[in-house]
């Protein structure tokens, strides 16, 4: 591969850690015997798979150029799988979540039974041409799309649709696409090469304004260059 040039970050000490409420493992063998109850009274004929799961992760990054950052946070999951197995059919769904507190699992447990219930009342349908429905859940799908189109090593090899489009309409502009490093259950404010993760637009209101990029492929891009803003963490780079 080509030649690279770049510096490690350095002289960084921080240590962040998220502190949350501990639990028995029995409360949650409890929630989730409770809820599986609650879901057999409404639809008693479902086999139902619950299950919750704790993840405590601790992350340190050093180098020789006096970088040591420490990360640490415990993670909640839940997930929950209702089917039904008829002589003539059969009904399977299934949702899962990740977060940095306890999530309300009672909301997604009730949103699936309603599903149920909705399976229960069949239309005939006609032929034609429909319109396609997204809900927000498929919103990942088409981000992974995005994110290919916006990745700085995909870019350089000139391999995505948008190298050339800053400064251009590439979406609607009802959509903006920012990068916050406070949000969301993965927030921190280092990636692993020990670059600041700082706040970035890369669509403003379906106008390209920027790629993202790891070390190596910033260095690479000499027309497009903004200098990385802690995306070492992404794998497709």
Same mark, same amino acid.
């Given at each position: ?188 404010? #280092? ?5 600041? #993760? ?40």
């Amino acid at each position: 591969s080509p030649e690279v040039n770049f510096e490690f970050p350095d002289k960084i000490h921080k240590t962040e850690e998220t502190k949350n409420n501990q639990e028995s493992l029995l409360s949650y063998v409890e929630k989730g015997k409770e809820l599986i109850e609650e879901i057999s009274g409404q639809a008693p004929n479902v086999l139902t798979d619950i299950s919750f799961e704790v993840n405590h992760i601790k992350e340190k990054i050093e180098n020789s150029k006096d970088l040591d950052y420490t990360h640490s946070t415990k993670l909640y999951s839940f997930s929950i799988n209702i089917r039904e197995t008829l002589e003539n059919n059969f009904f399977d769904i299934y949702t899962a979540i990740v977060d940095d507190k306890f999530p309300d699992y009672r909301t997604f447990a009730n949103e699936l039974v309603q599903y149920y219930k909705l399976s229960k009342k069949h239309s005939k349908v006609t032929n034609g041409s429909f319109p396609v429905l997204f809900t927000s859940k498929a919103a990942k799908d088409l981000l992974e799309i995005i994110e290919l189109a916006l990745n700085g090593k995909q870019i350089n090899q000139q391999s995505s649709p948008w190298h050339n489009m800053l400064g251009k309409k590439v979406l609607s502009d009802l959509i903006t696409i920012k990068q916050d490093p406070l949000f969301g259950y993965m927030s921190r404010s #280092i990636d692993n090469e020990g670059c600041s #993760i700082k706040p970035l637009t890369f669509v403003n209101k379906g106008i390209l304004d920027n790629f993202y990029y790891d070390l190596a492929s910033d260095c690479r891009d000499a027309i497009n260059r903004v200098s990385t803003a802690g995306n070492g963490f992404k794998p497709s780079l």
